[in-house]
């Protein structure tokens, strides 16, 4: 899931609001939680658009067939029994007896319904590769077939059945994903494409619903679902979001007490390092530079790539620049998804290059890179995001590049995060600065974004080697254990050698959290469960 989506925010006045609200009274502070989202929320519809914001609300709103435990296992939300046939091809789910918060009945048909509007190629989130495995999926993706052969069934009001094209043994960790959340079937055909726009054309079926909400807003609460099938479960009563994109302000809202829960970084996390309300997250994501590798390109220069994955101190960026916590990272696989099956060592360490810094090196096989080109200079476009945290790294990154390696200027690009989403896009930069968090735990999470035909494979990232041992992954060796890795790490050696991304730094979240607040499930993958979180 990409990440550290930037916002675009009017703090002044909200500051007061927000504090005169906290302080109110002390009921409301007891069942109301105040949080903060990074971007403002266009749409709730999970096909139209996959933002981290996104994710984070719908998360709190919608339950799923499972949802993730503190050990990023997952555990049945709707689904009430599951039944696996033919070798592990098939999977019967029975739903639970449940409603939307506009009082329609949750049904099997909502997942047929959700599930065929994410697959379909014309889906603008990104996401439709994740359905792959399920019968037609990738055929639909390339449009050769259509979406309503995808292998997904009603086969009655609360059962639903899915085919799968060979066994998936992560297939249920998938299903905790915001991808694969049932949408209103009844509010789809109404609505089409303006399905989850406003308040009125969306429903969730989960522990909250939308309470207030307007397109593009700076804030927006959501309150508990009296439909809410396990509603005695929720002890909030509502939660308020308001869009932050300054750590230092995020900090300032929690002295306020307008924030229960602030999330920093950079120079202000490096200085609550020992405050008594800080929470350390470990996640099992990477910042990355993702390269450009399409033709006609300087970095479709392979000694270019290497000499920057070599040039950067990447200990030097996690110690200082980030300054809560970070690590160093050396593979695009970070660590916390997977052990290495026969060791107890995470799969990122057994993955991990001989050779991670050698500034010689780099500058050898930069000036051999710029032969080969035919160039003596090159100017390399940086986008990035315009948050604190990474317009700091972009600084770090320009210094690190420009003042070790000759004949090179770095042009950064600090935009809004649709600004510099669509340049990726679109293929317009050299390197774009970005982010990933395993939707689930395992590498292939981020390994098959570099798939050839991945929608997230901006850079363009081509070879032949890696895509075969993620097919073989993915399909002759799924359901043998040390197959399957195997191949993983093989994928990962590949990714090393060519370098379409370069690994920076494994994400810490620094959190200020209220000490009162209690409940709130901390994944490692996915996004933070606030639905059964209460105050002491």
């Known amino acids: 899931m990409g990440k ?24 409301t502070a007891k069942t109301t939680l105040n949080l903060m989202e990074s971007d403002t929320i266009a749409t709730f519809d999970q096909s139209a658009s996959t933002t981290v914001p996104i994710w984070d609300v719908l998360n709190q709103m919608d339950d799923g067939l499972f949802r993730s435990d503190k050990n990023n296992n997952p555990v049945p939300a709707l689904a009430k029994k599951t039944v696996k046939s033919n070798g592990g091809k098939r999977y019967t789910f029975y739903l639970k007896t449940a409603k939307w918060s506009n009082g329609d009945d949750v049904t099997a048909q909502d997942f047929v319904t959700a599930w065929r509007r994410g697959v379909a190629p014309t889906a603008l989130s990104g996401y439709s590769y994740i359905y792959q495995g399920i019968k037609n999926a990738t055929a639909i993706q390339n449009g050769k077939k259509k979406a309503e052969t995808l292998g997904v069934k009603a086969a009655g009001k609360h059962k639903l059945v899915v085919d799968l094209e060979y066994p998936i043994p992560t297939f249920t960790k998938k299903l905790t994903m915001t991808s694969f959340l049932p949408q209103d079937t009844k509010l789809v055909k109404k609505y089409g494409k303006k399905y989850g726009t406003s308040m009125k054309t969306f429903a969730s079926n989960g522990a909250f619903k939308l309470g ?136 990122a360490t057994v993955a991990k290059p001989k050779e991670t810094y050698n500034v010689a090196k780099a500058k050898k096989l930069w000036k051999e890179g710029l032969k080969e080109l035919g160039k003596s200079s090159v100017t390399l476009t940086l986008v990035g995001y315009d948050t604190s945290t990474d317009k700091n790294q972009a600084e770090f990154l320009q210094s690190q590049i420009e003042s070790k390696l000759s004949g090179v200027k770095v042009d950064v690009k600090s935009l809004p995060f649709l600004s ?100 709130v499930l901390w994944n490692t993958t996915g996004t933070a469960d606030y639905t059964r979180a209460y105050f002491k």
Not at 497 to 508: A, G, Q, S, W
Request: charged share 20%.
């Open 4 to 27: 550290k989506i930037p916002l675009a925010t009017a703090l002044a006045a909200g500051l007061l609001l927000s504090a005169c609200g906290k302080s109110s009274t002390s009921s």
């Open 212 to 347: 207030s909400w307007r397109a593009g807003s700076n804030t927006w609460t959501l309150v508990k679902n009296p439909n809410y099938y396990a509603k005695s479960e929720v002890k909030l009563t509502k939660i308020k979001y308001q869009v932050v994109k300054e750590a230092n302000t995020a900090h300032q809202l929690f002295q306020q007490g307008s924030l229960d829960d602030a999330l920093i970084s950079g120079t202000t996390a490096q200085g609550l390092q020992n405050d008594k309300h800080l929470k350390q997250v470990d996640r099992s994501g990477n910042y990355f530079i993702r390269t450009n590798q399409a033709k006609g390109r300087a970095l479709s220069n392979d000694k270019l790539r290497q000499a920057l994955y070599l040039v950067i101190n990447r200990k030097q960026l996690a110690e200082k620049v980030m300054a809560n916590g970070s690590k160093p990272s050396y593979t695009y696989s970070s660590p916390g998804a997977a052990k290495y099956p026969g060791t107890n060592k995470d799969f």
């Open 420 to 519: 510099a989403y669509n340049l990726a896009v679109k293929g317009d930069f050299d390197l774009q600065l970005s982010y990933w968090l395993n939707d689930y735990a395992d590498p292939m999470s981020e390994l098959e974004t570099q798939e050839l035909d991945n929608s997230h494979n901006f850079g363009k990232y081509t070879s032949k080697n890696f895509n075969k041992q993620l097919s073989l992954a993915k399909s002759k060796n799924a359901t043998s254990q040390k197959a399957y890795f195997k191949n993983l790490l093989n994928a990962q050696k590949q990714l090393s050698k060519d370098n379409p991304v370069i690994p920076l730094c494994t994400e810490v979240e620094d959190h200020l959290v209220s000490s009162n607040l209690r409940g």
